[in-house]
């Protein structure tokens, strides 16, 4: 089944997605795994992935920063250091979504897979899910145009 979006002359051509509640705790700026991925494989070079973190929680200490980015396998598709979100207290521990999302053209017609992944900028700690909440990553093959 695809899904045309109206006037665009685009369709999903298919979605997946994969839950964790599980926890992560990273300590410094190099990003870790959250362990959260999917795998899609593209049906053309030409489509897109739209790729979603929705839900979920990021906790971090007063005076730093929390980030998160998705990597296609070894590729970090943000920022090298703050990532695709960033979020920082500069009065008061913090906790917020720590959605980000990213639209990709991998070019490939090979199993691709984008995983979630977090640090603390400014070298602090980060907590990915801290109060097991449930985080949800959604990849979307868009047809190119």
């Known amino acids: 089944m695809s899904v045309s979006l109206y006037g665009s002359g685009q369709t ?3 979605v997946v997605s994969a839950t964790t509640t599980s926890q992560t705790v990273v300590s410094g700026a190099t990003f870790g795994s959250t362990g959260l991925s999917v795998s899609i494989t593209p049906q053309s070079t030409n489509s897109k992935i739209l ?3 929705l839900g979920g929680q990021m906790s971090y200490n007063a005076g730093t920063q929390a980030s998160s980015t998705i990597y ?3 590729t970090n598709l943000g920022n090298a250091t703050y ?3 960033t979020q920082y207290s500069s009065g008061s521990n913090g906790q917020n979504p720590p959605g980000c999302g ?3 053209s991998p070019s490939t ?3 691709t897979t984008y995983t979630v992944y977090i640090n603390s900028p400014n070298g602090g700690t980060a907590y990915f899910n801290q109060n097991t909440t449930l985080a ?10």
């Not at 949800?136 to 145009?145: D, P, R």
């Open 12 to 14: 999903v051509l298919q």
């Open 51 to 53: 790729v979603m973190l």
């Open 72 to 74: 296609r396998g070894a």
């Open 83 to 85: 990532g695709l979100s």
């Open 102 to 104: 990213y639209l990709d």
């Open 109 to 111: 017609t090979a199993s």
């Open 136 to 145: 949800t990553l959604v990849a979307m093959e868009i047809s190119g145009s």
